[in-house]
């Protein structure tokens, strides 16, 4: 229902908008509706240095997948930061007359007057439909992901407890993963397998990774098995923070086949995209917990 109703409330904002964006170019139309996306822009962005950054892209030899992948990660988003700066700032010197208005500029006001995100945007990063959603995810990965540069650096990534949520992609970082538990152990990379775990630590994974952040929708979690939601239970719930890896295909995972299912992880709770998938022990019946929609999801930033 929850998915239904979501799809039903951005459908009446286009038919809202689309009276407004069949109109060619109005100024006080534009700066009217256009303003609450400029300001928003403009408050994320006060305290931090993110569309003046200088950053160069990033050399072939970091050695480690994990490290490449985040300093690319870096690199790209403050990349994407500055081009929509460059694109809402030309935005906004047409509305207040000082430039021209362009065909970029044009595409860019009629999706935004659509309340739709650019497709020049999302052709960077697949982020939220949502504009302000869109700016406000962004900036949010943009800032945290320096965070992760750090501790890549200094070698305690680890070792610390990650949100798959901070990445803008959150399943390269789970293949760099791979590759580098595939480098580490001598193994292919198809000779691996992928597990979680709330029983502790991974026993057979030569690297791994501790994950908070992730929520449930459909059921419950509480670490040990699923259960089902009561009347009163809130349709998403928060899952305990777990331990996952790569392992030999070969090896035993934390828990048998018999007393799990298997849940997607997606990026978001309108479940269009999967990060990946993850076996989830639910003490079997597995039809009962397929039925009932589960699936996991990280949280929007």
């Not at 945007?121 to 540069?149: F, H, M, T």
Request: proline share 5%; aromatic share 6%.
């Amino acid at each position: 229902y929850r998915i239904i109703s979501s799809q039903v409330i951005s459908q009446l904002r286009i038919l809202s908008k689309s009276v407004t964006a069949g109109c060619k170019f109005d100024r006080e139309i534009w700066s009217n509706e256009l303003s609450p996306v400029l300001n928003l822009w403009k408050k994320l962005n006060q305290n931090s240095n993110l569309i003046h950054q200088k950053i160069s892209p990033p050399s072939e030899q970091q050695g480690s997948p994990i490290l490449s992948f985040i300093i690319l990660e870096q690199f790209n988003a403050i990349r994407l930061v500055q081009s929509v700066h460059q694109s809402l700032a030309a935005l906004s010197k047409v509305i207040r007359g000082t430039t021209l208005l362009s065909s970029e500029v044009q595409k860019l006001a009629s999706a935004l007057l659509n309340q739709k995100c650019p497709l020049t945007w999302q052709s960077k990063w697949e982020g939220p439909e949502d504009p302000l959603q869109y700016l406000r995810g962004l900036i949010a990965r943009a800032l945290a992901i320096q965070n992760w540069v750090d501790k890549a650096e200094k070698q305690t990534l680890l070792s610390d407890t990650l949100n798959l949520s901070e990445l803008f992609h959150p399943d390269t970082f789970l293949n760099a993963l791979r590759q580098e538990t595939a480098r580490a152990m001598g193994h292919s990379m198809d000779s691996l397998k992928f597990v979680a775990s709330w029983k502790g630590r991974l026993q057979e994974a030569k690297l791994q990774i501790k994950i908070s952040g992730l929520l449930l929708e459909g059921c419950s979690f509480d670490g040990n098995r699923l259960s089902e939601n009561q009347l009163d239970s809130p349709s998403v719930s928060s899952v305990p923070p777990c331990f996952m890896g790569w392992i030999p295909q070969g090896a035993y995972g934390p828990y048998s086949p018999e007393e799990c299912i298997s849940l997607p992880v997606c990026t978001s709770a309108e479940r269009e995209r999967v990060v990946t998938n993850i076996d989830v022990p639910c003490g079997g019946n597995q039809d009962q917990w397929i039925q009932c929609g589960a699936a996991l999801f990280l949280k929007n930033l």
